[in-house]
T-cell receptor, first 115, second 115 residues
Framework: EPEVTQTPSHQVTQMGQEVILRCVPISNHLYFYWYRQILGQKVEFLVSFYNNEISEKSEIFDDQFSVERPDGSNFTLKIRSTKLEDSAMYFC?????????????FGPGTRLTVT | AQTVTQSQPEMSVQEAETVTLSCTYDTSESDYYLFWYKQPPSRQMILVIRQEAYKQQNATENRFSVNFQKAAKSFSLKISDSQLGDAAMYFCAYRATSGTYKYIFGTGTRLKVLA
């Protein structure tokens, strides 16, 4: 069964450094998402991406964040200058283009630790 | 704005018994989707069950079923014949049928299964 994959599984970085989290969505999916889960808290929406542009972003997704789909298969989340509070689990999700009945498929997540 | 509330931070159930996890939500929409996701210690989000708001019939997937009360905006998950592998964090999620289809998650309920 096709699945969403994410790399790396765990990333440790120093405050102020740039990180890129990578996701490979399911191949025929058209909508892509990033969510964040700070340890012990709920999963929060960050951004949605469709047709090579951001379709919606949350308040969390400020100028330090960016997303792109550089090569038609990968979907990346970049954090330009990491802060301690960016430490969280980051989940990528994707879904088909059909509106009814199609849920988002989540990747296994990348744990980001900012020291 | 839509909100999802899970009022039980933690629940316990004896193996082979039945447990019900609660979820309430708020929306002004008439058509939407509701989901229950399971997050085991591996942190991967796994879809448990899905309910379409326009369907009156409660969704069922093997040992998992929901009690969907649209007027009360309630969406509880019943797990029958609980197994040790059911131990996980369970998230209730809402998704509109328009816009970017982002998920709005509740804060989760941690389910412990006692042998």
């Amino acid at each position: 069964e096709p699945e969403v994959t994410q790399t790396p599984s765990h990333q440790v970085t120093q405050m102020g450094q740039e990180v890129i989290l990578r996701c490979v969505p399911i191949s025929n999916h058209l909508y892509f998402y990033w969510y964040r889960q700070i340890l012990g808290q709920k999963v929060e929406f960050l951004v949605s991406f469709y047709n090579n542009e951001i379709s919606e972003k949350s308040e969390i997704f400020d100028d330090q964040f960016s997303v792109e789909r550089p090569d038609g298969s990968n979907f990346t989340l970049k954090i330009r200058s990491t802060k301690l509070e960016d430490s969280a689990m980051y989940f990528c999700a994707s879904r088909t283009g059909q509106a009814r009945g199609y849920e988002q498929y989540f990747g296994p997540g990348t744990r980001l630790t900012v020291t | 704005a839509q909100t999802v509330t899970q009022s039980q931070p933690e629940m316990s159930v004896q193996e082979a018994e039945t447990v019900t996890l609660s979820c309430t939500y708020d929306t002004s929409e008439s058509d939407y989707y509701l989901f229950w996701y399971k997050q085991p210690p591996s942190r991967q989000m796994i879809l448990v069950i899905r309910q379409e708001a326009y369907k009156q019939q409660n969704a069922t997937e093997n040992r998992f079923s929901v009690n969907f009360q649209k007027a009360a905006k309630s969406f509880s998950l019943k797990i029958s014949d609980s197994q040790l592998g059911d131990a996980a964090m369970y998230f209730c999620a809402y998704r509109a049928t328009s816009g970017t289809y982002k998920y709005i998650f509740g804060t989760g309920t941690r389910l412990k299964v006692l042998a």
